[in-house]
């Protein structure tokens, strides 16, 4: 079964960085494009990034344009989202999705892992 596990968040100080991990199993990574999302406490989803299949086209919201960067090792089944110059709106829990065979959108979602950033 596809399995998503999303790792690497914690506490950080504004400024810094962080770089989540993303370990997928279960289906053929290399075959699907990827995507970050994320929910601060109390609002709604909101996404952050997709990469297409092969990597080598990336997209980003204006909020974290610049700031953050995705990439995935399709021989490692494995996702990331490096993320620079944190700011406390960061806060949230940073998810990682697989999308469907073609096409946007989100079939498949890991647990989350925490990223907290105190100013």
């Known amino acids: 079964q596809v399995q998503l596990v999303e790792s690497g968040g914690g506490l950080v100080q504004s400024g810094g960085s962080l770089t989540l991990s993303c370990a997928a199993s279960g289906f053929s990574f290399n075959s699907y494009w990827m995507y970050w999302v994320r929910q601060a406490p109390g609002k709604g989803l909101e996404w952050l990034s997709t990469i297409t299949h092969g990597g080598a086209t990336t997209f980003y919201s204006d909020d974290v344009k610049g700031r953050f960067t995705i990439s995935r090792d399709n021989m490692k089944n494995t996702l990331y989202l490096q993320m620079n110059k944190l700011e406390s709106e960061d806060t949230a829990l940073y998810y990682c999705?697989?999308?469907?065979?073609?096409?946007?959108?989100?079939?498949?979602w890991g647990q989350g892992t925490q990223v907290t950033v105190s100013s």
């Open positions: 999705a697989r999308g469907p065979l073609t096409g946007w959108g989100f079939e498949y």
